[in-house]
């Protein structure tokens, strides 16, 4: 399974960006889908979050700002950040857990993160 997450970049606070992460490969199923964030010297943090019913979760600092959403005929999920502020600046990793071919083992992928910088 291989996941391609769109370039982040430099925005100014207040902006917004969306980001994408397409998964491809020998994939049956999609349980769970987020977006995780590490700023220089935190930890990995969860975002947001979106299971294969559609139920979202998110890290109360975004919460109203960020939307996480699906395409799962593309097997892609979104990040929009709106007002976005220089605390969200961060390396933003996308995550994926599914069901492969043939028989149904659980995986669990990350792509090569992209960076989100927020200029005051």
């Known amino acids: 399974v291989q996941l391609v997450e769109s370039k982040g970049g430099l925005v100014q606070a207040g902006g917004s960006l969306r980001l994408s992460c397409a998964a491809s490969?020998?994939?049956?199923?999609?349980?769970?889908m987020g977006w995780y964030r590490q700023a220089p010297g935190k930890q990995r943090e969860l975002v947001a979050s979106?299971?294969?019913?559609?139920?979202?979760n998110y890290t109360d600092s975004v919460k109203g700002r960020f939307t996480i959403s699906r395409d799962n005929a593309k097997n892609t999920v979104y990040l929009q950040m709106n007002s976005l502020k220089p605390e969200d600046t961060a390396v933003y990793y996308c995550?994926?857990?599914?069901?492969?071919?043939?028989?149904?083992?659980?995986?669990?992928?990350w792509g090569q993160g992209t960076q989100v910088t927020v200029s005051s």
């Open positions: 995550n994926v857990v599914v069901r492969e071919y043939p028989y149904g083992s659980l995986g669990d992928y």
């Open positions: 490969g020998s994939i049956r199923s999609i349980n769970h």
């Open positions: 979106i299971i294969s019913g559609g139920s979202t």
